[in-house]
């Protein structure tokens, strides 16, 4: 999956912040019943949007850019468009698409899209031939066309969605309705949060600061690197001796100390604290904002982390909650030694910036499920099909740039067709699951390891010849034998077959690889099974299999 494997930038949600800012509110009430002053209101905030940086027009391309090319990343059948209410036409404006065959603009009473936008997912062209013909130019359908809407939203309401149509509704597996259905929820989380940047930052070079640091973070980063990004975005526009940021931990009554700057004393990061009854749990516990300029005096009845704690020199502080769809889950705090106040503006960027903390910390996880959905196999968790051809593509090119060898595993289970026979698919499911944990706890974490098909696994082990690749594998398919298969008081012993073939030098081609490997495997069952074979090519080009 090409696109994702690029990972996804933040920045590019900002640019469609301000464009969005006033299509919910044609969603919230009708144009036409409109009031003088709020259409005026309406026309206040297309203005703010004709206003805005360069930066964020740049960005809102770079969000339509994205969504096209992950819609299509997903399933490459998929001709993908992005749709946004144009308060001014009363319809929905075509913002962008793959391929030119959708309508410029469509009614906002079109059928299919009121049923998208009431959270219907797949919608066939059959079933609603006269509002179909207004998302498209006009030609001719063969009924068997559908399309995946995916809306996305606004404080809650409609703004907007996504459309991805396929030729043939079997060309879209339910991982694929799934994944293009979480999109427009991909864009739409937490945008209530990011709008707050052209609301409540003062002044020019506070928002782009903000803006720069989004368009620097990668969907790939962890989450000491987020906090890493945003204490330099605090440096920049705060003085303080010390800056703690705490998350909640997500069961019990404590929070966790995630990261400190400045001046440290024995709270350090990693350190637990109660949430309640502290000062840097009191954000946390009540989601609002504390603002001193001697807290001691202030707030005597809380103590800063702990009651056994030893008197501490700081005196003001600022704490803001960091807020996820206005639910808080940690703090931000600032304090310093001396009792000089923090401004008005002061809170309010430091709210913001708490704001957009936690809707990026909320990033990663949204990232990581859409990524998790459309590259892993649901049942066994391991890559699916598609994604392991896409990963073995990239690791050919590496292995040809750094001239490394590969070998691939091809592995099928024996007789796995009684299992399902005599006790059941949630039995064979069970199978399945715990040989997939057998493969992947005897790979390294660089290898691919993926669900082949129904009982079938492939492996790639980088630069590994089949020669060192054997130990590997016999000792999978040793522990797959050695393994005591228990559920339901039904105990079985499973076996498995596996066949390798070796880049480049078996061939440089990945479908050929895959059928040398498949074939040395098919010689292992031949030979008993339960065991693993190597390909080999002989001189009259007809292939045999060895043990090593």
Known sequence: ???????????????????LMFYNQLLKQSGSNSTPSEKKSQQS?????????????????NLKSLVLSTATAINSKVEPAIYMIDPESQVFSLQGSISDGFADGIPISNKIVKSILNNTNKIHQKDHPDAWNELFKAQSWRGSECVIGSTIKLHGSPAGFILAKVNHFSDLTEKDSTVLGSLGNFISHSLVNLESLEKHVLGEES???????????????????????????TRTFFYYDRLTISLKKDEGTNSVIKLVDGIEDKFIKETEFPTHGTLHGLPISTGESIQSKNWKETHHNLVRFDSSEEESDFLSVLGVPILVDGVSIGSLFLERITEENYSKSDRQNL????????ASLSWILEYEKIYKDATRDGLSGLLNHKTFKD??????????????????????????????????????????????GIIADNVRAIDVVARYGGEEFAIILINTTTEMAFVVAQRIVNNIANYQFTMDGEDVRMA???????????????????EYADQAMYDTKQNGGNGVMIYQKNDSSEHQAYEV
């Open 496 to 514: 498995i077959s596996g066949g390798m073939s070796e880049y480049p030098t078996h061939s440089e081609q990945i479908k050929d690889l895959i």
């Open 207 to 233: 928002k782009t600061r903000i803006l720069e640091l989004l368009s620097n973070l990668n969907y790939k980063s962890d989450q000491t690197q987020i906090l890493d990004h945003f204490k330099y975005l």
């Open 1 to 19: 999956m090409p696109i994702l494997n690029q990972g996804l930038k933040f920045g590019v949600l900002i640019g469609i912040v301000l464009l």
């Open 45 to 61: 905030d297309l203005d703010l949007y004709s206003q805005s940086s360069g930066l964020a027009n740049e960005l809102y391309e």
């Open 351 to 358: 709210e913001l910036i708490g704001r957009v903390l936690g």
């Open 391 to 436: 990963r073995f593509a990239e690791e050919i090119q590496r292995a040809k740039r750094f001239q490394h060898h590969m070998a691939v595993l091809i592995f099928d289970l024996d007789k796995f067709k009684r299992i399902n026979d005599t006790f059941g698919h949630q039995y064979g499911d069970y199978v399945i699951k715990t040989v997939s």
